[in-house]
């Protein structure tokens, strides 16, 4: 329970930190970050990544899929249902904070259970392939809450049928 | 950690040398017939001090007797139980390997041990002598003479280690031992990770992969002539067979899903290993022979690091079958599966001693990574180090030693090798060319 709490108060503040960066940033050119969307190709991985989202986030030890992650993975399933061409792999990730061999296995779970989720919103799990990389890749550096948080997750990775951008 | 007990070191002829006293010394050796003592407070082990006499060389082999005394004086001064005085202190300059010390010249600089030795070129190899001397008595405890190619001086030097712990202390040495490891280099978030052989002092490392894959936890075979490993080679991860003189590589098996945490049984004919299915890992066990897999965990659950005990009777593994990583016990053929960790925190990563008489493991509570010890049925759980991260432990051929990893905090930190005594005494850094983990521990090479 405590574990959840604190990793939602921590994704509540990255979202506050982001937007902070963001609205700096787009101060002087409004146009800017708008742009960048306009010329991702539909059905492209950025625009993939983009519209749909790319990533769900774990809690401490956890593989249940949040209310948040869920609603991510039913904008990827709509997507993909667009573009029927596209294949994915689905990565399983872990933090630093567990040991080598479980964590593969950790890892291993949250990608079956994003992989069964999409499979669940019609998803051909024909198109679905998973790894599990356990703590080997870590996506923030830090040794802390706010990082070990962003490295607990399933990132989804387009490996065929893609438009290019 | 309270305990305290004596180590006596003593040689099997019965000649007292000295002996230690320990804080929580697990094992008290049989009596010496003599035997001098000394208390150690504070926490330290009061290490023998033993006197290592640069070996005397013939022409050409000026190189060999430097090599062979340094590796001698640093194996023997890693271990903790020696202390190998300055050899600007000696008094004695030994002129000759055939004449008696004059010991009442070692006995003033303290030595309770003296070394001598000579090394000769002898056609196209080299010929070492030693001797070893108890200082007291006056008598001559081992003398041994090895003829090598030039490349194994520092395994002559390891071997002669090895008898000296062994005369001294009782114990059999683990220096001509080797450790296979993972090499870390890159940055953190994209590490090329490849599998380094090296000997257990750091010397000679050898790569084993180029990097291209990533691997992880490479344990050796009893022979000491093949590792299995994890690699994330082609698409799925799966364990593989390495001969390392020969470099090639065997999958283990075909399976649909990934294969992962390998470990040889102690003859060698048996890899055990986890493999997924969906989110659950269970324990199989495959015959190298037949190719015979049997399935020895059915939990839906993560059942993984499987390690045997060392007459291949029954695996240690964890399991968190029950909400969270906890360390178990069960029969070769699976049966009677039994959960021995009952601490605070999550207890994984079990590796039997070689001599059976415990488990070691690592355990995370309260935010900490530590490395300790517990007996099989769960009981005296005692713990070695702890701190931010310390994990995957692997024990020497003696059971004295345990080698583990420590990871370092920030961006451009990573993990190193250490090293620690079974008292939790004598923490070592084992060098290492760059970052590395996941180290497994030869048995001894003869």
């Known amino acids: 329970m405590i574990v959840s709490a604190s990793f939602k108060i921590a994704a509540a503040l990255s979202c506050v930190l982001a937007l902070a960066a963001c609205s700096k940033k787009n101060s002087p050119d409004l146009n800017a970050e708008a742009g960048g969307v306009e010329q991702a190709v539909p059905g492209s991985a950025k625009e993939f990544a983009l519209n749909a989202g790319d990533r769900i986030y774990f809690a401490e030890d956890r593989s249940t899929l949040s209310p948040e992650a869920q609603d991510t993975l039913r ?37 079956t259970a994003t992989r ?20 080997e890749r870590p996506a923030a550096l830090c040794d802390a809450e706010q990082c070990w948080s962003q490295n607990r997750r399933a990132v989804t990775v387009i490996t065929g049928g893609a438009r290019t951008s | 950690m309270n305990d305290t007990m004596t180590v006596r070191l003593f040689n099997p002829r019965g000649i007292a040398s000295a002996a230690l006293a320990l804080f929580a010394a697990l094992w008290l050796l049989a009596q010496p017939a003599l035997a001098v003592e000394g208390t150690v407070e504070g926490g330290r082990i009061n290490p ?107 395994r002559i030097g390891h071997l002669i280690a090895d008898l000296i712990y062994k005369q001294l202390t009782g114990i059999d040495g ?46 050796f075979s009893p022979n000491s002539q093949e590792i299995t490993y994890m690699s994330f080679g082609s698409g799925t991860p799966r364990v593989y067979l390495l001969n390392i003189d020969t470099r090639q590589r065997e999958l283990v098996g075909q399976f649909d899903n990934m294969s992962f945490a390998p470990r040889f049984s102690p003859d060698g004919q048996k890899v055990v290993m986890s493999l997924q299915d969906g989110g659950n890992s269970n324990i199989f066990e495959m015959d190298l022979r037949s190719r015979n897999l049997r399935q020895l965990t059915n939990v839906p659950a993560i059942n993984t690091a499987p390690s045997y005990s060392p007459d291949g009777s029954r695996i240690t593994f964890e399991s968190d079958r029950g909400g969270a990583q906890q360390i178990y016990v069960m029969a070769v053929d699976g049966s009677g599966q039994n959960r021995i960790s009952f601490g605070d925190g999550r207890y994984s990563t079990p590796v039997w001693s070689p001599d059976g008489k415990y488990i070691a493991f690592t355990k995370q509570a309260n935010g900490k990574f530590a490395i300790g010890v517990m007996r099989p049925d769960g009981s005296g759980e005692r713990i070695l180090t702890e701190g931010f991260h310390n994990e995957g432990p692997t024990w020497a ?39 590395a983990s996941d180290p497994a521990w030869s048995p001894k090479l003869n």
Not at chain 1, 116 to 131: D, M, P
Not at chain 2, 187 to 208: C, E, H, S, T
């Open chain 1, 75 to 111: 904008k990827q399933a709509a997507w993909l249902a667009k573009y029927q061409d596209v294949t994915i792999q689905v990565e399983g990730h872990a933090d630093e904070r567990g040991t080598r061999e479980y964590n593969i296995a950790l890892s291993a779970r949250r990608a």
């Open chain 1, 116 to 135: 069964e989720f999409l499979i669940t919103q019609g998803v051909n799990g024909k198109r679905i392939s998973s790894i599990a990389y356990g703590k």
């Open chain 2, 174 to 219: 683990y220096f001509d031992t080797r450790i296979v490891f993972v090499d870390e280099s890159g940055p953190k978030d994209r590490r090329v990770k490849k599998l380094i052989i090296m000997d257990q002092d750091g010397y000679n490392p050898q790569a084993l992969t180029d990097g291209r894959d990533l691997v992880l936890t490479p344990r």
């Open chain 2, 397 to 435: 051929p003696n059971g004295r030693v345990i080698m583990f990893f420590r990871d370092t905090q920030g961006e451009s930190g990573g993990p190193q090798l250490w090293s620690v005594d079974i008292t939790g005494y004598n923490e070592q850094q084992v060098p290492t060319p760059e970052f």
């Open chain 2, 48 to 154: 023998l001090p033993i006197a290592i006499v640069p070996f005397l060389a013939g022409d050409g082999a000026e190189e060999a007797g430097t090599t062979i005394s340094s590796v001698i004086s640093n194996d023997l001064g890693r271990s903790g139980y020696f202390n190998p005085l300055d050899p600007a202190s000696f008094i004695e300059k030994i002129e000759s390997f055939d004449q008696e010390p004059r010991f009442a010249d070692w006995r003033q600089i303290q030595a309770k041990a003296l070394v001598t030795g000579q090394a000769f070129v002898d056609g196209s190899k080299v010929r070492v002598s030693f001797r070893l001397w108890d200082v007291n008595t006056q008598q001559q405890l081992a003398a041994q003479q090895f003829t090598t190619s030039p490349k194994n001086l520092r």
